[in-house]
């Protein structure tokens, strides 16, 4: 909504003493519209004052309210808060507040990962700690970080998009529902390469060969570091048509990694390693 004219009190004022428009907007040199529009809120109100109410008023939060949407978020955490806030017949706004300053919940992404048992765990927090004392002297930047990935010619669900309401990540973890999708689509194994330097060729491997990875290679995807499904939000936001439609947009996505991100990566792996540390060997958020 514009703000009033400055011109106001005087434009009144003169419409009262009876002068006309055209001299008004003469005298005071405004928009004809501006004099015009408060005529003809006169004739429609009688007035020339504002009309009470004009602003919205503030909704209270109540226990009810609160209560009724924590009640609402149990039963299907994966509602947005746009479609939370039409089926309760509540702004958007007031269901946001609710969500983050009386619930305290965080919006989290939905995201798909491996139990981690026990012993795992325990194994990450070792080899965590091994791989940190060697970043000491700098073994990551010559180290060549590796990944393999099998995509799809369906799309998938969008990640930044799709989420789910929870105190903390271990309980979105926990409460994630499945995304169904259709059985055994073609699909192909892609081998990706990352390093300090740059970044190898996207190779697509054909069923039954093996890589033969010699020692400087890491696979350090379980501790977030890099890993192919970089590609997936936008290689898989929509189906493609073949195998080879799929191809070609993997290497163009592949092709796009700048080399700020590829550093920008390795700089992150002493500081990821320190994360899982921090965890004892648990999930991180960016597993």
């Known amino acids: 909504m514009a703000p009033p004219s400055r011109h106001r009190s005087s434009i009144l004022n003169l419409i009262k003493e009876g002068v006309l428009p055209v001299d008004i907007i003469k005298r005071l040199v405004v928009l ?34 609160i209560k009724a949407v924590n009640q609402g978020i149990g039963r299907i955490a994966h509602r947005s808060i746009r479609k939370m806030a039409k089926g309760m017949k509540i702004s958007r706004r007031l269901l946001g507040s609710i969500v983050k300053d009386k619930l305290k919940l965080i919006c989290y992404r939905e995201r798909k990962a491996a139990i981690l048992s026990e012993a795992t765990t325990k194994k990450r927090l070792e080899r965590s700690k091994k ?30 998009n799709h989420r789910i309401l929870a105190e903390t990540s271990e309980e979105d973890f926990a409460n ?52 192919l499904g970089v590609l997936q939000n936008k290689v898989n936001a929509k189906p493609h048509s073949s195998i080879e439609a799929l191809k070609k947009t993997l290497v163009k996505e592949w092709d796009a990694l700048s080399p700020d991100y590829l550093h920008a990566t390795i ?8 994360a899982v540390i921090e965890k004892r060997g648990g999930r991180m958020e960016q597993d």
């Open 131 to 160: 791989l940190l004392q060697r970043t000491l002297n700098g073994e990551h930047l010559v180290t060549v970080f590796f990944d393999e990935k099998l995509f799809t010619v369906q799309a998938e669900f969008n990640p930044q």
């Open 176 to 227: 994630g529902k499945a995304i169904h999708q259709g059985s055994h689509p073609a699909s192909v194994m892609v081998f990706g390469a990352v390093c300090a330097d740059g970044k190898s060729p996207l190779l697509f491997v054909d069923q039954g060969v093996k890589i033969n990875k010699k020692s400087t290679f890491r696979r350090p995807q379980s501790f977030g570091l890099f890993h």
């Open 32 to 65: 004809s519209k501006t004099v015009y529009d408060l005529i003809s809120r006169f004739k429609k109100l009688g007035t020339f004052l504002d009309r009470r109410g004009r602003e919205r008023k503030a909704t209270v939060v109540t226990p009810d309210r």
């Open 267 to 274: 700089d992150a792996y002493p500081r990821r390693l320190r």
